[in-house]
């Protein structure tokens, strides 16, 4: 196990993110945990712990999963190659909303407004059934359809589960 060290302000998220890196070097999956503290304007600060599962084929979008007891189950949809250092990355503009609409197998398609950083081209989920639908694709080893307000259609391809991936589902209280 390694051990990772980044700091992050986004829009007022400072994530202090500590982690223990598990898993297996050949797997598709890095699942590391980590800690946040929100320090939103006007309020007090809190701080929680969580699990993340991070893929991205090289050259291809990927996905990130993360898990806690107080943000429950998001997930983040990466349109362009990112790194995982790139993912943590300090945003010094807000997201906007975009409509998504998503499908997961023979799911019916299902339409909301999902947070959009478009310099870093990244989908954050804002409800949880779009999180639980990126988890199910990944679980069902099935294609993520969706169509993007201004941005277009894209179809992600998620990695198999593995040992490293059931180490984040193992270890989400969400689950």
């Given amino acids: 196990m390694k051990l990772i060290q980044t700091i992050c302000l986004a829009a007022g998220l400072i994530l202090a993110h500590q982690s223990l890196v598990f898993g297996q070097s050949d797997s ?22 969580g699990i993340f599962a991070y893929a991205q084929p090289e050259g291809e979008t990927g996905i990130m999963l993360t898990c806690s007891e107080r943000t429950g189950l998001q997930a983040t949809i990466f349109l362009k190659p990112t790194t995982l250092e790139d993912a943590f990355a300090v945003r010094r503009r807000w997201p906007t909303g975009r ?6 197998g023979e799911e019916n398609e299902r339409a909301d407004g999902m947070m959009y950083d478009q310099p870093a081209k990244t989908l954050q989920s804002m409800k949880q059934w779009q999180a639980a639908r990126v988890f199910n694709s990944v679980v069902n080893n099935t294609p993520i359809k969706m169509k993007i307000y201004k941005v277009g259609r894209r179809t992600l391809d ?10 984040f589902i193992n270890n989400c209280p969400e689950l």
């Fill in 158 to 167: 998620t990695p198999p589960i593995d040992d490293t991936f059931r180490l």
């Fill in 99 to 104: 409509k998504v609409t998503m499908s997961v």
């Fill in 28 to 49: 598709p999956w890095t699942v590391q945990t980590y800690t946040r503290t929100w320090d939103p304007a006007g309020g007090r600060p809190f701080t929680y712990e």
